[in-house]
Nanobody, 122 residues
């Protein structure tokens, strides 16, 4: 069974740091691109960062220079290091993998973790 499990969230003061983890089971992460998303109360789920199977990373403008995504293929885990946290970073953070199926028309299965709450508040 394919599964993603996030951890590392919590309560942190503005300016603080947290490191989120996304551990995969049932498949080998190194073959896939992985994304981090977040959803604040009453808002849409938005992309935060993603990392390709080759390790190239992209970030939302709102987190550039503050967040760093990385992967440890030996541990089958992807990380999101968050620094200089702001109250507007408060959200539930999710990791995601899309697995494209063979055949036509193109289709995919989307896998999501259960999410981890990040609260930035003084």
């Amino acid at each position: 069974q394919l599964q993603l499990v996030e951890s590392g969230g919590g309560l942190v003061q503005p300016g603080g740091s947290l490191r989120l983890s996304c551990e995969a089971s049932g498949f080998t992460l190194e073959h896939y691109a992985i994304g981090w998303f977040r959803q604040a109360p009453g808002k849409e789920r938005d992309g935060v960062s993603c990392i390709s199977s080759r390790g190239s990373a992209d970030y939302a403008d709102s987190v550039k220079g503050r967040f760093t995504i990385s992967r440890d293929n030996a541990k089958n885990t992807v990380y999101l290091q968050m620094s200089s946290l702001k109250p507007e970073d408060t959200a539930v953070y999710y990791c995601n993998i899309d697995v494209w199926k063979r055949g036509w028309p193109p289709s995919r299965d989307a896998y999501w973790g259960q999410g981890t709450q990040v609260t930035v508040s003084s």
